[in-house]
């Protein structure tokens, strides 16, 4: 045997050996991924509507670093604080990446003592999940946030939010949509009157916000087995929590015996009934539910919170809705900022970010599934000629066309087949040709031609451009 296994190994020496050469594992880490041009070309059309929203609100933009002193992010985030990515201390400092733009926000805030603003921010954030990425959750993911911080009066910036995110959710065609409403200041009335003591009501908060997901069967064990509430609280939470509906529903629990009593309750009631008038006058009201069972997990919040839901029409036989998900969330935190504040003082904030992931993985099922080609290029006109010998023709022209802002391609060939540049066209996209053949040099024409008519034109070489610019500015 220690003969043949020597034999082996002269062998394989001969062959040389794998010593220099490292087997890479071609992975991206979980809970991440690669864009193909085609998702980007997707995902920059709905960056686009987005920030085209944000821009007709009149919101400026901002940018913060990636990582955070740990401290910054330590405390903010309730239960999720769990999921924060600490890195490796470098050169004396602890970092971690940051978990969403709203802390950052508030420090650069509080920084730069801004006590007014309305800014937009659009940047990667991090999440040590462990995530279902087929429903669109990701450890390293997009938000697109707007805020407005400042001192005004109750309800109107809150408004424009929702206002927000519903124009948003329309220009989007996304599909039928609903967006939540209930106030922190209602939830806690609501905890106090039911007998949650005080130090309970943040955990009990992140239970109920798991509604969505959990029937009330699950979530009751979970306040009463895991965090210790007793049944008849969780009861008596069940009966509030189970409510939705509009202005008819606020009138109803303003006259509730109980919680009109509730100072907190109170106030927030009120300035529900408020942001409701408003919403009304907006002409959205219909799309907005005031709902109990949303608490929004997320410690900061001090007020307005909402959620908005795309709804999916199961059958013809189901008279509810079904909801696939959230798309977007905010609300109200005056209280973050000041936190950061050497003196404490306080900047009023109101805010919502938009889950662009899962609104990226709607939209991409989609054009799979219509199958629609996606063009991945902007390109106007590929430069092509129709004999040998023109490359230096066709280098001045391009050259002519990028100068005068032109998006225009060409092929790397000397001697490209006319063919082979019509076929490059069809692949791509591109709805131009412009050819340059002996005859059209000698007479000052370019030959223009249509790719997905065949229909061809000579055009003098001074008007090309405007020609161009003429066939392809978008409608």
């Given amino acids: 045997i220690a003969k043949e296994v020597g034999k082996l190994l002269e062998m394989k020496a ?18 991440t991924r690669d864009y193909s041009p085609k998702q980007m070309a ?50 004396g400092e602890l970092l971690s990446l940051r978990y969403d ?28 999940d462990n995530p279902a990425m087929t429903r669109g959750r990701y450890r390293e993911f997009y938000q697109c946030d707007f805020d407005i911080a400042g001192q005004f009066d109750p309800m109107i910036p809150d408004a424009e939010c929702l206002k927000i995110v519903h124009e948003i959710l329309s220009d989007l065609q996304l599909g ?14 609501m905890f106090a009157v039911c007998g949650v ?36 609280a969780a009861d008596h939470i069940g009966e509030y929590v189970q409510l939705h509906g509009g202005l008819d529903l606020i009138e109803r629990l303003l006259q509730d015996p109980q919680l009109s009593q509730n100072k907190l309750a109170k106030e927030g009631l009120g300035d529900m009934k408020l942001l409701f008038e408003y919403l009304t006058l907006f002409g959205i009201a219909g799309k907005i539910s005031f709902d109990l069972s949303l608490a929004r997990g997320l410690d900061y919040y001090t007020g307005v919170i909402f959620e908005a839901v795309l709804l999916q029409q199961e059958n013809d036989h189901v008279e509810e ?69 023109l490359l230096e023709e066709r280098l001045k022209l391009i050259s002519e066309l990028w100068d005068a802002g032109i ?19 069809e692949d791509t996209g ?10 059209e040099l000698k007479d000052g024409v370019v030959k223009l031609r249509v790719v997905a008519t065949r229909e061809e034109v000579s055009v003098r070489r001074e008007s090309l451009v405007e020609e161009i610019r003429m066939r392809t500015s978008q409608p």
């Fill in 101 to 128: 733009l709203t802390v950052p926000f508030a420090r650069y805030l509080a920084m730069n003592k801004i006590t007014n603003i309305k800014r937009y921010h659009i940047a990667k954030v991090y999440r040590r």
């Fill in 321 to 389: 809705p079904v909801s696939v998900g959230s798309v977007a969330g905010g609300g109200r935190y005056d209280g973050l900022v000041g936190m950061f504040d050497p003196k404490g003082r306080k900047v009023p904030c109101v805010g919502v970010s938009i889950g662009i992931e899962r609104i990226f993985s709607i939209l991409e099922q989609r054009v799979e599934a219509s199958e629609e080609k996606i063009r991945t290029t902007e390109t106007q006109v590929l430069v092509a000629s129709a004999q040998k010998k």
């Fill in 197 to 232: 003591p005080d130090s309970k009501f943040r955990t009990i908060c992140s239970s109920v916000d798991k509604l969505d997901k959990m029937p009330w069967e699950e979530v009751r064990s979970e306040m009463v087995g895991e965090k210790g509430l007793s049944p008849e």
């Fill in 430 to 439: 591109i709805p131009l040709v412009a050819i340059v053949g002996e005859q």
């Fill in 407 to 425: 998006k225009a391609e060409m092929l790397y060939k000397k001697n490209p087949k006319l063919l082979n540049q019509l076929q490059h066209c």
């Fill in 42 to 91: 997707i995902r920059e059309r709905v960056f686009n509507a987005i920030i085209a929203c944000f821009k007709r609100h009149g919101a400026e933009v901002i940018d913060t670093p990636v990582f955070e002193l740990k401290e910054t992010l330590t405390g903010k985030y309730g239960e999720d604080s769990k999921l924060i990515y600490d890195l490796k201390d470098q050169g």
């Fill in 176 to 189: 039928d949509f609903l967006i939540k409403v209930n106030d922190r200041r209602i939830l806690d009335g």
């Fill in 14 to 31: 001969q062959l040389g050996g794998d010593e220099g050469k490292h087997k890479f594992v071609l992975k991206t880490p979980k809970g």
